[in-house]
């Protein structure tokens, strides 16, 4: 393998996490390529979305190194990754449904937008010009969905069904120009239609940003099929096995992986 | 160094009422993840039943020990039904609200309670005298001296924090009460009757309440409307400190506070005024330093 | 096609200016009137009034008028609030009622700020005024520094004890955050009681305000009109309160307000996306408690006189039920709710006596039946700004 080219975005190397005994993650090396998609599949309990939530630093990791774009990225907080260009949704929805679909895309750029009181308080004008800014390219990034949703921009995120929920959360993530963006499940929750028409939206968006990096954990192999490059199929925290989805389906570890467990 | 002796009877007594207290709180967050701040004035409501019955037993010309009894029991209901219908008609509505309106709402009830005894209770405002009801006297040990009354009163604490923790830990309805605690869904499946386990759990823990209020009015011999509202606050000071759910760190934190207070007024005599501020002081290091409790990771908020 | 040829309908302006009238006219009423007849009536007539307004939309015709007219707003509430002072010019008993709720008022936006928007729990705004109210006062015993600047430090000096309490507050959530708060609360009490240097339980004396040369004991003589002294402090909570307001409104119609909102609603999400947690819990905590601190310190100079009896916990939680009477997170609900909650118990003779009873008994009323308060909070629409 040639982990070490410049070509490589994320790099985790012997990344362990630990829940007391438990070894959610178990020395895991996984390189993520410019530009690629990469599935991480695996039975449940495997340690995909551990993943997810080790990189994007929400646990932090027990052993081992992770790297963003050549920097060491393990010991960072997570309020600190997101600068680093990196960006996710969550596998059970996480906008905050109280607020508008605005305000929650409006975090996704969060870091791009002046915080300062002074700011947001005494110079309306500037502050204006800016909720402009993010609501055009709010507006823009949901109109890609071609739904209604660009109407909605200032509904409460709670009146949203739940495909359109998982959609403005993927504005979100992608909001923010990040150069990895993680995906949790995008299918959990949607009909099987749905999951369809939400994947072929991902990969129009990801067409018209050109070449954004992604992970995406998923349970839906028809999802996985269509849309990676590469996948990485984890058991018990550890990687089995690595290829294109078609070779990894067909490998007998991962095959006995899976009905191992049911 | 006579003092010593004394010093160690006063906190362990404090200690005893502060554990009862603790341990209801830690009982009602358990089972519903409820903070019932108007335990410590369910507690002054059973004082007060408990003085009103032995005015009544003492008009009907029973003997002492028999007013005992009587007071012990009227408290003890009083309070169990008292707390049964907070539960019922107040707390079980507002479950699936935001925690702070809970916390809020039996503030609240507490508020109530304190004041109407304020108000309607004759004379509410000053403080009752409390009838010696148990053998006074005591006996030297070295230069020592302890209250009968005290030790008994000990004892018949340190022995209902066994009987409860019995309860919880080895009765049906205690199992009933940990399925529930446990995972209401999946207890209600099982047939577990949710709408009467929850008053009695309550009613449980309100008799603690009861039984507190009457320790703390016999040890004293005096009782007043406010009091309930520190006892309150130190309750669940201990029960927090013990890490909320934990009966044993319930119980932990309440001896813990009362050895801090005691430490205070023994070591600095001239502070003595100043020993719940200590004490405070303390508890908020701790919980600074173990935001969770010192014994359980349980959170307070599900996710 | 364009987002901006999506112009928003207009509302009525009407509405606003027959409620601004009306609140005026009943605030007067309810201040003025001393028969206790009456001043059932009074009230029997404004709650009616309050609760066909809400039913048949006039509530939400005079939202929209407000939000779409702020500037006529402000314009008619200081018009108000001059007749309202006018009327009252020589009612001292009423100035400093109508004070005292102005300076609840703008306590509870703190905490609005604090538990409303970035949810912290905080028990002990009481004790939080009360450090405002004894700065001013040993800082008047020195004498020296001009009132103003004794105010600010009021403020000022509740920000530092708070940030002695930042770190359990930031380490601990929930009930056990609830906590912390409370235990400093009713620890400043036990503090002050036993403490001698501080007055003790019998608190201590301080002179009125004197701002910029003009000493608020003085009756105020204009266009040969007297106003009674006690105007210059409606004058000046007035507005402290109007600053408050704006501050508050133009923080939760910003990223400020937004990302408090996130913080509150959801940790992970926002620490994801980059926001620090610490620093935004900080920010609402000192911008809360210096409201607090700041208000106490003008009413200790108010009323010339402070002791811990005015400051416990019990005062701690009638002001977290104003915030939540109001609609929690809603700050035009704390006027309102201020309102109920300190002026009802002074007028209404028979409730004196029980007023804290009445207090219990308004929130369980409100939490079991209404538990988005008197006006509920509405979504943020940040359209205003992001389409003109």
Redesign the interface.
């Known amino acids: 393998m040639t982990s070490l080219s410049n070509d490589v975005l994320l790099e985790s190397r012997g990344l362990t996490v630990r829940f007391g005994g438990l070894f959610a993650l178990n020395e895991l090396n996984i390189d993520v390529r410019n530009g690629e998609v990469l599935g991480l599949i695996g039975p449940n309990g495997s340690g995909k979305t551990t993943f997810l939530n080790v990189i994007?630093?929400?646990y932090s990791a027990s052993a081992g190194k992770i790297s963003l774009g050549g920097i060491d990225i393990t010991r960072e907080?997570?309020?600190?990754?997101?600068?680093y260009g990196l960006?996710?949704t969550?596998q059970r929805s996480?906008l905050?449904?109280?607020?508008?679909v605005?305000?929650n895309i409006?975090?996704?750029a969060?870091?791009t937008?002046?915080?300062g009181?002074w700011h947001?308080?005494v110079q309306?004008k500037a502050?204006?010009a800016?909720?402009?800014k993010?609501?055009?390219e709010a507006?823009e990034l949901l109109g890609v969905f071609n739904t209604a949703l660009?109407?909605k921009?200032?509904?409460?995120a709670i009146s949203l069904g739940m495909i359109d929920r998982r959609r403005v959360e993927i504005c979100?993530a992608l909001i923010?120009k990040p150069k990895l963006v993680l995906l949790d499940e995008p299918s959990a929750g949607m009909t099987h239609d749905e999951t369809d028409q939400v994947v072929d939206e991902i990969l129009g968006i990801r067409k018209s940003l050109g070449g954004l990096t992604i992970i995406i954990v998923e349970h839906e192999m028809g999802l996985i099929e269509r849309v990676t490059d590469r996948c990485v199929v984890l058991n018990y925290g550890k990687k089995i096995c690595e290829g294109k989805f078609r070779d990894v389906a067909a490998d007998p570890v991962v095959r006995e992986a899976y009905l191992g467990q049911a | 160094m006579g003092m010593i002796g004394q010093h160690l009877l006063n906190g362990l007594m404090q200690g005893t009422i502060y554990g009862l207290v603790a341990m209801g709180f830690t009982i009602f967050f358990g089972v519903m993840n409820v903070i019932k701040f108007s335990h410590g004035d369910v507690l002054t409501l059973g004082a007060f039943g408990g003085l009103v019955a032995v005015w009544a037993a003492n008009a009907l010309g029973l003997s002492v020990p028999l007013q005992f009894i009587v007071a012990l029991c009227v408290a003890m209901a009083l309070t169990a039904v008292v707390g049964a219908g907070i539960s019922h008609f107040l707390i079980m509505p507002l479950r699936n609200a935001p925690p702070l309106n809970m916390l809020l709402m039996t503030m609240m009830v507490g508020t109530a309670i304190r004041e109407a005894i304020r108000l309607f209770f004759p004379n509410g405002t000053n403080p009752q005298r409390f009838p010696e009801l148990l053998p006074a006297g005591g006996f030297n040990i070295g230069p020592s001296f302890f209250r009968t009354d005290a030790i008994i009163l000990i004892i018949a604490g340190a022995a209902s924090i066994g009987a409860v923790y019995w309860i919880i830990n080895h009765s049906k309805f205690g199992l009933a009460m940990r399925a529930v605690a446990e995972d209401t869904e999946t207890a209600r499946v099982m047939g577990i009757n949710f709408g009467r386990i929850i008053p009695l759990t309550f009613a449980l823990g309100s008799i603690t309440a009861g039984f507190a209020g009457m320790i703390y009015a016999l040890y004293y011999s005096e009782i007043n409307y406010s009091m309930g509202l520190l006892l309150a606050v130190i309750g669940f000071t201990a029960a927090i400190v013990g890490g909320l759910g934990n009966i044993w760190g319930a119980i932990i934190g309440g001896y813990l506070f009362a050895g801090l207070q005691t430490f205070v007024v023994a070591a600095m005599p001239s502070m003595s005024d100043y020993k719940n501020v200590f004490a405070f002081v303390l508890i908020i290091v701790l919980i600074t330093w173990r935001p969770t409790g010192l014994l359980a990771e349980r959170g307070s908020e599900r996710v | 096609m364009t987002?901006t040829s999506?112009t928003l309908a207009r509302g009525p302006v009407w509405p606003l200016f027959v409620a601004v009238a009306f609140a005026a006219v009943a605030l007067t009423a309810l201040v003025l009137i001393e028969n206790q007849k009456l001043l059932g009536a009074a009230l029997a007539i404004t709650a009616a009034v309050c609760f066909c307004a809400a039913r048949f939309g006039g509530v939400a015709a005079t939202e929209v008028a407000a939000s779409e007219n702020p500037w006529l707003l402000r314009g008619l509430l200081t018009l108000a609030s001059l007749a309202v002072i006018f009327v009252l010019r020589d009612d001292n008993f009423g100035l400093l009622m109508l004070a005292t709720v102005l300076i609840y008022a703008t306590i509870c936006l703190g905490l609005t700020v604090q538990m409303g928007y970035a949810g912290l729990t905080n028990f002990a705004a009481a004790a939080f005024a009360g450090t405002g109210g004894y700065t001013a006062a040993m800082l008047g015993q020195q004498g020296g520094l001009p009132d103003a600047l004794v105010l600010v430090c009021g403020g000022l000096v509740a920000v530092f004890i708070g940030s002695l309490l930042i770190l359990p507050v930031l380490r601990t959530r929930g009930h056990y955050g609830a906590l912390t708060t409370m235990a400093f609360g009713v620890m400043f009490n036990v503090f002050l009681d036993a403490n001698d240097f501080f007055g003790g339980p019998q608190g201590l004396k301080l002179p009125g305000i004197n701002l910029f040369g003009w000493d608020f004991t003085n009756d105020i003589h204009i266009f040969g009109l007297v106003l009674s002294s006690y105007v210059n402090y409606v004058i000046l909570t007035g507005i402290l309160t109007a600053l408050a307001m704006i501050?508050v409104g133009?923080?939760d119609r910003?990223?400020?307000g937004?990302?408090f909102?996130?913080v509150r609603?959801?940790e992970?999400?926002?620490?994801?996306?980059?926001?620090?947690?610490a620093y935004w819990k900080v920010?609402a905590f000192t911008l809360g408690n210096f409201l607090a601190g700041l208000m106490g310190a003008v009413y200790a100079k108010m009323t010339g006189f402070i002791a811990p009896a005015n400051f416990t916990f019990g005062d701690s939680l009638v002001m977290v039920s104003i915030v939540i009477l109001g609609g929690i997170g809603n700050r035009w609900g704390v006027l309102p709710a201020a309102l109920i909650v300190v002026l009802l118990p002074e007028k209404l003779q028979f409730i004196q006596e029980y007023r804290l009873i009445f207090y219990a008994v308004l929130v369980i009323a409100i939490l079991t039946m209404r538990p988005d308060g008197l006006v509920a909070r509405r979504?943020?629409?940040?359209?205003t700004?992001?389409?003109?």
């Open positions: 994007s630093g929400v907080k997570a309020h600190n990754i997101s600068s960006s996710r969550f996480r905050c449904l109280s607020l508008s605005f305000d409006a975090l996704g969060q870091r937008l002046n915080n009181l947001n308080v309306r502050f204006a800016e909720a402009r993010i609501a055009e507006r660009p109407d921009l200032f509904d409460p979100r923010g | 987002p999506r501050f133009l923080l910003s990223w400020v937004v990302w909102d996130v609603l959801d992970t999400a926002a620490s994801v996306f980059g926001l620090k947690i920010l979504v943020r629409k940040l359209h700004e992001a389409s003109a």
